[in-house]
T-cell receptor, first 112, second 115 residues
Framework: GNSVTQMEGPVTLSEEAFLTINCTYTATGYPSLFWYVQYPGEGLQLLLKATKADDKGSNKGFEATYRKETTSFHLEKGSVQVSDSAVYFCALRSAAGNKLTFGGGTRVLVKP | DTAVSQTPKYLVTQMGNDKSIKCEQNLGHDTMYWYKQDSKKFLKIMFSYNNKELIINETVPNRFSPKSPDKAHLNLHINSLELGDSAVYFC??????????????FGPGTRLTVL
């Protein structure tokens, strides 16, 4: 079956530091890949997505590139802010199906 | 302008009770979902409906019964609540089932606490 593995947190950074959250997946075919963010006390928001190999999703300074050869979709941001403190979820949806399979989430804490 | 809304936001109840959570989307989407997020933040799909028809039913106790009166609504009814049902329940919707365009949009969640 499909699975998503992402680095465990918490990840603690200082403001303006570089953030990377690793995400790798196992799936048959060509899944779509997503990053969702959950701010404290809130629901999930779509951060970015990529639907085919070598696509780069980007939003709010975050980027992730769909790498089929390494089955990865790592999330990066060059300079984080305190407001980026949240839990980040990597997810995939198989080409044929419509359910999302989530990774375990990575909590990021950015300190001023 | 709320896209996917859920009520209530918080629900505290006693073991053995029956409760319902409601979800509505005003995005015109065809497909709706229920997900459960446990205390460790792990998210797992429970159900999915496409145009009022059940299309995903994961291994969920039959105490949980989804109902979709129309494609804009997907409610979740839970009978005989147990301590282990305590979690945050998220509703989501997408334009259609399958395919590259079916990005899912989530509601704010309902935090259920069973005492």
């Amino acid at each position: 079956g499909n699975s998503v593995t992402q680095m465990e947190g918490p990840v603690t950074l200082s403001e303006e530091a570089f953030l990377t959250i690793n995400c790798t997946y196992t799936a048959t075919g060509y899944p779509s890949l997503f990053w969702y963010v959950q701010y404290p006390g809130e629901g999930l928001q779509l951060l970015l997505k990529a639907t085919k190999a070598d696509d780069k999703g980007s939003n709010k300074g975050f980027e992730a590139t769909y790498r089929k050869e390494t089955t990865s979709f790592h999330l990066e941001k060059g300079s984080v802010q305190v407001s980026d403190s949240a839990v980040y979820f990597c997810a995939l949806r198989s080409a044929a199906g419509n359910k999302l399979t989530f990774g375990g989430g990575t909590r990021v804490l950015v300190k001023p | 302008d709320t896209a996917v809304s859920q009520t209530p936001k918080y629900l505290v109840t006693q073991m053995g009770n029956d409760k319902s959570i409601k979800c509505e989307q005003n995005l015109g989407h065809d497909t709706m979902y229920w997900y459960k997020q446990d205390s460790k933040k792990f998210l797992k799909i429970m159900f999915s409906y496409n145009n009022k028809e059940l299309i995903i039913n994961e291994t969920v106790p039959n105490r949980f019964s989804p109902k979709s009166p129309d494609k804009a609504h997907l409610n979740l009814h839970i009978n005989s609540l147990e301590l282990g049902d305590s979690a945050v329940y998220f509703c989501a919707s997408s334009p259609r089932s399958g395919g590259a365009g079916g990005t899912q949009y989530f509601g704010p969640g309902t935090r259920l606490t069973v005492l």
